[in-house]
């Protein structure tokens, strides 16, 4: 009962997350990220994926890596 639960809850998360994503942002931001989402054929978590890694390659590019200790 437990995992069916917390499966739930994950899938809430998931829901919000993806539908109120944008919240916060200027009408024009909004229709342009969706416009270019649908541009793709992503959905909002691919999209949203496809973002954050477009962005760590532009990081990785500027900010040279420091070495672990």
Do not use: C, W
Request: proline share 6%; aromatic share 8%; glycine share 6%.
């Amino acid at each position: 009962m437990a995992e069916a639960e917390g499966r739930a809850t994950s899938s809430l998360a998931r829901v919000i997350i993806e539908n109120f994503f944008y919240v916060g942002l200027p009408p024009q931001m909004r229709m342009a990220l969706g416009e270019d989402e649908k541009r793709l054929g992503m959905n909002r978590r691919d999209y949203i994926n496809h973002l954050l890694f477009e962005r760590i390659r532009v990081i990785e590019k500027r900010v040279p890596a420091k070495p672990r200790k």
